[in-house]
């Protein structure tokens, strides 16, 4: 386990596996990092699977309305939805989004992130200044690794419970 330097910022993905521990970028994305606190203390990412995940690209999750196949969630409708709360205005920097970035998911428009995210399974740069990075694994990367692929996958893999560090 990664050393945590500041719980209110960190987050705690528990998959199949093992813990992954990502470091939010308040300083970076701030709403985006408040929203991802948001949505896992209120429980929502909980269950939720991993409904596109692409071989050396990137895996994606966090459709809280219709990701979590046990809260009544649908696979085939997972990546199609987002939470009861607005969509976020992009927060771009020129931060890169290397291997282990966190970067929220979004349509067309830039300004239509709002719960989903993707874990970058490489170096994905000509993502670069397009899609908001506001983390970063710092442990647990293997874990994400091991994440069953597929868009959807046959059998998705899903996030057991999603804490902010400082609540644990």
């Known amino acids: ?13 528990e998959l199949k596996d093992g813990p ?21 203390r209120a ?8 409904h596109r995940v692409i071989e050396g690209f990137m895996a994606q999750t966090g459709d809280v309305e219709h990701g979590n196949l046990e809260g009544g969630g649908n696979v085939r409708r997972a990546g199609t ?3 009861d709360l607005p969509d976020l205005s992009a927060e771009f920097s020129k931060l890169p ?30 993502l670069n200044g397009q899609y908001t ?17 597929g868009e959807p996958p046959a059998n998705p893999d899903k996030m057991i419970s999603v804490k902010v560090a400082a609540d644990v």
């Open 1 to 13: 386990m990664a050393e945590i330097k500041d719980p209110e910022n960190t987050v705690i993905i």
């Open 20 to 40: 992954v521990t990502i470091e939010l970028l308040p300083d970076v994305a701030p709403k985006h990092a408040e929203r991802m606190k948001e949505l896992a």
């Open 43 to 50: 429980g929502k990412y909980d269950g939720v699977v991993f």
């Open 81 to 83: 939805g987002g939470s």
């Open 97 to 126: 989004h290397d291997r282990g970035t966190l970067g929220a998911a979004r349509s067309a428009n830039p300004n239509s992130a709002n719960s989903q995210f993707f874990i970058n399974f490489k170096d994905n740069h000509f």
């Open 133 to 149: 990075v506001y983390g970063r694994v710092i442990s647990g990367m293997e874990h994400v690794d091991a994440i069953v692929r």
